[in-house]
Every structure is written in structure tokens, then in C-alpha cells.
């Protein structure tokens, strides 16, 4: 069984404040993707990577695969209040290339 | 686009009712599946399909039915409510199976069961 690991899973911090959230597995995955929820809504994908080593940018946010594809990481430089949500990551895997979930990073950032 | 769609948005049941969630989506997407999220649960797969009059189960199926008859809809029955069921569900679609695609959520149906 394909599991991810996130940590943390809470993040409390002020604004203007620099955060990296991690992802975590055992196994291989052929691309992972992170998204945002925000409270009463659906997720929200912001970044899908797939080959090992990748580095991608989305504003104030940076995307990073692990070179053997097994863990990845979210790096928010300057946090402002907008960026409070949930985020999740989710690695692509099995046959039909369903979505595995971690269980997800609760991020606040205040004022 | 009205993009992914849920109705309703929320429901209470009592436990031994029977109800379907309606999903529908305007994208032309083969892909369409339905997950519960629990807190401290993350979001797991109940059932998904990768196209109409194909379905198969995912990490937690018991307890819930789907078929698919269109490309747009893909409902989840619930035939005898517990109190275990009692989640949010989300509805997601996309081009294929999730490989590099972009997967689009619903905004999610609130279900208790008492």
C-alpha cells in the first residue's frame, strides 16, 4: 500500500514568516501534485511535478520532487494571510493513475 | 464552464436511509471520482471511473454504489446510511486517470447520519 506522509500537520506562524511543508513515502511515484483547500470548498490543484530533481515556482511558492520520486516539498517564502488553507499533497500511482493522499498541512498565518 | 458540481450540499440522514449524490461535470472529462474526507483522514477514494459504463472500487468502497451512464454524471449511492459515513464528499473529474493531470474538485456535499 502507497502511503504519503505530510508534515507538519499544523503550522501557525505570522506573516512575512518563511515555511516548508514535506512529503513523504516509501514508495515511488510517477508525479506527484499539491493542492489548497480552503475552509467549506474543494481542493485546488496549484503544482503538478514529475521527474525526479524537479523545481517548480508558482509566485511566492516552490515545488520540489525528490531526485528517486518518493518525497517532495513546499516552500512559501514571505507568508501572507491569503495563504492560510489546508494543502495536501497527492501522489499519482496504481494502474489507473488514481490520486493517494496525504493527510495534510493545516496552515495559519496571521497578521 | 460551470465546471464540477454537487448537489446537495448538505444532508442530514438517520441511520438505515438510503440517498444518492448527485455529481456532474461539463468538461468533457473521461475521468471522474468520488472521495469522503475525514478529519485527520486526508481524502480517500471510494470509487472512480475512467469512463461511462466503466467503474471500479477504491481504498474504501463498502457501503456505496456508483454507475456511470454519461460522461458528465457519475452519482454515489448510499443504500443503508450508518453513522460511519457520516463525512464530506467530494466529487473530482479530469482528462484521464489523474497522471499529470489537473484533478477538479467539486465544492463537496456535508453529510451526517444519526
Known amino acids: 500500500t502507497q502511503l504519503l506522509e505530510q508534515s507538519p500537520q499544523f503550522l501557525s506562524i505570522q506573516e512575512g514568516e518563511n515555511l516548508t511543508v514535506y512529503c513523504n513515502s516509501s514508495s515511488v511515484f510517477s508525479s506527484l501534485q499539491w493542492y489548497r483547500q480552503e475552509p467549506g470548498e474543494g481542493p485546488v490543484l496549484l503544482v503538478t511535478?514529475?521527474?525526479?530533481?524537479e523545481v517548480k515556482k508558482l509566485k511566492r511558492l516552490t515545488f520540489q520532487f525528490g531526485d528517486a520520486r518518493k518525497d517532495s516539498s513546499l516552500h512559501i517564502t514571505a507568508a501572507q494571510p491569503g495563504d492560510t488553507g489546508l494543502y495536501l499533497c497527492a501522489g499519482v500511482g496504481g494502474s489507473q493513475g488514481n490520486l493517494i493522499f496525504g493527510k495534510g498541512t493545516k496552515l495559519s498565518v496571521k497578521p | 464552464n460551470a465546471g464540477v458540481t454537487q448537489t446537495p450540499k448538505f444532508q442530514v440522514l438517520k441511520t438505515g436511509q438510503s440517498m444518492t449524490l448527485q455529481c456532474a461535470q461539463d468538461?468533457?472529462?473521461?475521468?471522474m471520482s468520488w472521495y469522503r474526507q475525514d478529519p485527520g483522514m486526508g481524502l480517500r477514494l471510494i470509487h472512480y471511473?475512467?469512463?461511462?459504463?466503466?467503474?471500479d472500487q477504491g481504498e474504501v468502497p463498502n457501503g456505496y454504489n456508483v454507475s456511470r451512464s454519461t460522461t458528465e454524471d457519475f452519482p454515489l449511492r448510499l443504500l443503508s446510511a450508518a453513522p460511519s459515513q457520516t463525512s464530506v464528499y467530494f466529487c473530482?473529474?479530469?482528462?484521464?486517470?489523474?497522471?499529470?493531470?489537473?484533478?477538479?474538485f467539486g465544492p463537496g456535499t456535508r453529510l451526517l447520519v444519526l
Open positions: 511535478v514529475v521527474t525526479g530533481g
Open positions: 473530482a473529474s479530469s482528462y484521464s486517470g489523474g497522471t499529470g493531470r489537473s484533478q477538479y
Open positions: 468538461m468533457n472529462h473521461e475521468y
Open positions: 471511473s475512467v469512463g461511462a459504463g466503466i467503474t
